[in-house]
Each structure stands twice: as structure tokens, then as C-alpha cells.
């Protein structure tokens, strides 16, 4: 199976809720090319990994992709939501910030992350 297919795989297993199969396939890409397209399949694979509540590797991976593309708004978007969720709220809004400068601050995508910051920024006043 080439990459191109081993990805078409993966993303189906993905979109049929197969999670656990899914992140077999996003394993295999990486190892096969860790490289591939600029860090979509740690990313992937993070996503599959919280909904397998797999909460500490998750983030790994998610981290992962960021470093691999620190411009890419959906890896941004990706961590700083699961952060939101799972993380503290300082590295959380931080990832926010990062994702609204990336974006544009005065884009539809950085007024829809408006109220995720506004909850962080309230977590933190109130020493959360």
C-alpha cells in the first residue's frame, strides 16, 4: 500500500468512528514517512487518540504537529481546544493567543476562539 492510500485508509477508519483501527494506520504512515505532509498525521493521530481517551499521547502528538508546521492554524486550533479541555488554563490561552496571531485577529476563525479566551483569561483571574 502506498502513502497516498495508507492516508485514504486511515481517514476513512477515522470517519467511521474506528479509532483504535485509525490510529494503526496514522502509526503506520508515520513510521513509513515521518515527514508526511508537514505533520497532518501526528495531528490526525491526536485526534484519534482523545477519542480514545488517550488523553497523555494525544498531547504529545498534538505538540508534535505543531512543531512540525507552527503556521498551521489547525494544529494550533487542535491543541489549544485540547488544552482548553485537559490542560492548564495559562498554556491553554497562550496556544489561543498563538492561534488568533496566526489567523488574523480580526478573522470569522479568531472571533469564533473569542469566548474559549475569554473563559481561560476568567479561569486564570479567578486562580484556576
Known amino acids: ?9 486511515a481517514r476513512q477508519l477515522q470517519a467511521d468512528k474506528k479509532y483504535a483501527e485509525a490510529t494503526h494506520a496514522w502509526r503506520e504512515l508515520i513510521d513509513a514517512r515521518p515527514d508526511y505532509e508537514h505533520g ?8 484519534c487518540l482523545e477519542d480514545c481517551g488517550q488523553l497523555r499521547e494525544a498531547e504529545a502528538f498534538f505538540r508534535k504537529a505543531v512543531t512540525l508546521d507552527e503556521e498551521n492554524s489547525i494544529f494550533l486550533g487542535g491543541l489549544a481546544e485540547f488544552l482548553f479541555l485537559n490542560g492548564t488554563a495559562k498554556e491553554a490561552l497562550q496556544f489561543h493567543y498563538r492561534y488568533v496571531q496566526v489567523v488574523g ?5 479568531a472571533q469564533r476562539a473569542r469566548p474559549s479566551i475569554a473563559e481561560l483569561e476568567l479561569r486564570i483571574k479567578q486562580g484556576f
Open 40 to 47: 497532518t498525521p501526528y495531528y490526525m493521530l491526536a485526534c
Open 1 to 9: 500500500m502506498n502513502l497516498i492510500e495508507l492516508e485514504q485508509k
Open 105 to 109: 485577529e480580526h478573522s470569522p476563525l
